[in-house]
């Protein structure tokens, strides 16, 4: 029978999640390819198409959609990428998780199509943006979130907020459990 203690090292707390983001000594760049084919950066390199195209982008998922200083729609992308826009704000109140299943469906469709290269984008890239690229990483790779986290931080430096971290962790939670009940089904 496991233990309260055994329990606290199979789950991770929102503070030993923290403690993984704060080792990363990566510095901030405008882009970076976190898993293949996935990129995720900020509203500048997301404005500029030009870049975008180089690097073979076809698909923009926008955490920060509609809001100040993050243009974005299908209109301005045109026919060179397929777009899908999130409203999400950065804060402790903002209940992301509903999203998590749409953003993670829309990646997924994204690096099934030919050539498929995706930017998930906010207005920084840490926080917003990387919280679903985690959910999709989560929900499609079938990766805890501590296993997620340590593979994104190779590669970029990211900071999800308090909030989006207890809400990747419910979703850790939701999906060890469903992976328990098929299991014993």
Not at 26 to 38: A, G, K, R, S, Y
Not at 85 to 108: C, E, K, M, R, W
Not at 145 to 157: D, S
Request: charged share 20%.
């Amino acid at each position: 029978m496991p233990t309260v203690k055994d329990k606290a090292k199979e789950y991770p707390t929102v503070k030993d999640l923290q403690k993984v983001l704060d080792a990363c000594k990566l510095h901030l760049h405008q882009i970076d390819e976190v898993w293949p084919n996935i990129y995720v950066g900020n509203v500048a390199v997301a404005k500029n198409k030009a870049v975008l195209l180089n690097l073979g982008i076809t698909h923009v998922l926008n955490a920060a959609h509609s809001k100040q200083g993050s243009p974005g729609n299908q209109s301005f992308y045109g026919n060179d990428f397929v777009y899908f826009g999130i409203p999400a704000d950065d804060s402790t109140h903002f209940d992301l998780d509903v999203y998590f299943q749409p953003a993670a469906d829309f990646i997924h469709k994204a690096l099934k199509s030919p050539g498929g290269k995706v930017l998930v984008h906010c207005i920084m890239g840490m926080s917003r943006s990387s919280t679903l690229v985690l959910a999709y990483l989560m929900i499609y790779h079938h990766l805890p979130l501590k296993q997620a986290l340590q593979k994104v931080v190779q590669k970029r430096a990211i900071y999800p907020n308090r909030n989006f971290l207890a809400l990747l962790l419910d979703l850790d939670l939701q999906l060890t459990r469903k992976k328990k009940t098929c299991q014993i089904l």
